[in-house]
């Protein structure tokens, strides 16, 4: 027999809102459960089997999960850890299975972090032929200056075998404590940190605003996470095609 949800989680996990904010909406009556108007949050629902539209749009339910997690420092992007807390001990147990995040952060970088359990979509946005913008906020000691912003336009020498990327740097302060936003489409280990460090600058704080068309909701304080909403998920797998 098909596993049966409560009709507010289920919309609650295909992102059109918080389980509060959904249990308000299913009592407007803006709710359908098989074509018939349902004020009940309670009522179940086979996923499999019933139909269920949000304001006359139909739901269709996914077997995987999408979640906006605003990383705090201090935590480390691992699905599991003997010494460090992970993000997904941010996560609440009933949702957390099989999760894991797509990428990574350092353990003391805070900003956007996708969780999820589709491995195909994570593979792809990972995935060095797609050229998935990704861009931060960073305090840098030192003042950045335009011959920097050059430099990371033409790549720059962090040790390997070959030079970074083309980035982005615009500078929104240049002093001796620098604020920047920077654009990279890699995600080599400390990257960042790496690339300030070969132009004789350090990082002193980073976060991550966006990853391709998903951006870090101004809502989430650090520690906090949601579901990815109907449009952010579509605009991911557009990317990903």
């Known amino acids: 027999m098909s596993k049966q949800l409560r009709l507010d989680k289920f919309l609650a996990d295909m992102g059109i809102g918080t389980r509060s904010e959904v249990k308000n909406w299913i009592r407007q009556g803006r709710v359908k459960l098989n074509s018939q108007i349902c004020k009940q949050p309670e009522s179940k629902v086979t996923p499999s089997l019933d139909e269920v539209c949000f304001d006359d749009k139909p739901i269709n339910y996914s077997k995987y999960s999408y979640f906006m997690l605003h990383k705090p420092a201090g935590v480390v992007s691992a699905t599991t850890d003997t010494i460090n807390r992970t993000v997904l001990d941010l996560i609440a147990e009933e949702r957390k299975k099989d999760l894991f995040p797509v990428g990574r952060l350092d353990k003391d970088t805070e900003g956007l972090l996708l969780i999820t359990n589709d491995g195909e979509l994570a593979h792809e946005l990972l995935s060095p032929r797609k050229h998935v913008d990704k861009v931060y906020y960073t305090k840098v000691r030192g003042k950045v200056t335009e011959q920097d912003v050059e430099a990371f336009l033409q790549g720059v020498d962090i040790k390997e075998e070959k030079l970074t990327l083309p980035a982005h740097l615009k500078i929104l302060i240049s002093d001796e404590i620098s604020e920047v936003e920077l654009t990279i489409q890699e995600g080599k280990f400390h990257q960042v940190k790496r690339m300030f460090?070969?132009?004789?600058?350090?990082?002193?704080?980073?976060?991550?605003?966006?990853m391709g068309p998903l951006l870090l909701d101004p809502d989430l304080n650090p520690g906090d996470y949601r579901p990815l909403t109907i449009e952010e998920l579509e605009a991911l797998k557009q990317l990903s095609k």
């Open 197 to 210: 460090e070969a132009v004789g600058k350090e990082v002193i704080y980073l976060k991550r605003l966006s």
